[in-house]
């Protein structure tokens, strides 16, 4: 098996929001989980590794998808119908600054 960093389902891109951000290449339905983006470790600023999934997904404030916990890993879940070229977003709540 070879490593993607990355799911077939998205890209990174240039983000209106900030910088670089992920985009869907293809219609994403809801309640699909894309992956991993937080590992949690102690011995890492904030207590987490960021996978590059969790290193790419832009804020928003009304975002189309949510960070489930389990097994100290954080998973990325599409909780809206994603269109083709969307930007995947997140209303981030995570870190501890």
Known sequence: MTYKPLPELVTIAPS??????LF????????????????EDDRFLNGLIRTPL???????NTPNCKL???DNKKHLVVV??????????LKYKIYKI
């Open 16 to 21: 209106d929001i900030d910088g670089l951000g």
């Open 80 to 89: 809206k119908d994603v269109k083709k070229g969307e930007e995947l977003t």
């Open 24 to 39: 869907a290449t293809s219609d994403i339905d809801a309640t699909l989980e894309l992956g991993i983006t937080h590992i």
């Open 68 to 70: 489930v916990e389990s």
């Open 54 to 60: 969790g290193g790419f997904i832009n804020h928003s």
